[in-house]
Nanobody, 124 residues
Framework: QVQLLESGGGLVQAGESLRLSCVAS????????MGWFRQTPGKERAFVAS????????YYIDSVKGRFTISRDNAKNTVYLQMYRLKPEDTAVYSC?????????????????WGQGTQVTVSS
């Protein structure tokens, strides 16, 4: 049984940092690209960042470039999202997801496995 378990969310003030972690089990982690998505009430889940299976390639949406860093440790079956200089508009439930051989790394329908999510709240 595949499981993705996120942690690290919380309530912070604008300008502060958080690091999210996602631990995977039940799958061959190092053959999957991993993505982070976020969702706010009433909106579709939106792509934030992704990293290739070997960690060599990362992709970000424009609004988080230079502030967020995605990384992975295949020995620990874990993907991270380091978030700096957080803004109130970053407030959302953040979920990690796994995909193999994606055509469009930003498309949530491409992803096979999903975590439950962790809440990030940034106050102004």
């Amino acid at each position: 049984q595949v499981q993705l378990l996120e942690s690290g969310g919380g309530l912070v003030q604008a300008g502060e940092s958080l690091r999210l972690s996602c631990v995977a089990s039940g799958l061959t982690f190092d053959v999957y690209a991993m993505g982070w998505f976020r969702q706010t009430p009433g909106k579709e889940r939106a792509f934030v960042a992704s990293i290739s299976y070997n960690g060599r390639n990362a992709y970000y949406i424009d609004s988080v470039k230079g502030r967020f860093t995605i990384s992975r440790d295949n020995a620990k079956n874990t993907v991270y999202l380091q978030m700096y200089r957080l803004k109130p508009e970053d407030t959302a439930v953040y979920s990690c997801a796994a995909v193999s051989e994606p055509h469009d790394i930003t498309a949530n329908f491409e992803y096979t496995y999903w975590g439950q999510g962790t809440q990030v709240t940034v106050s102004s």
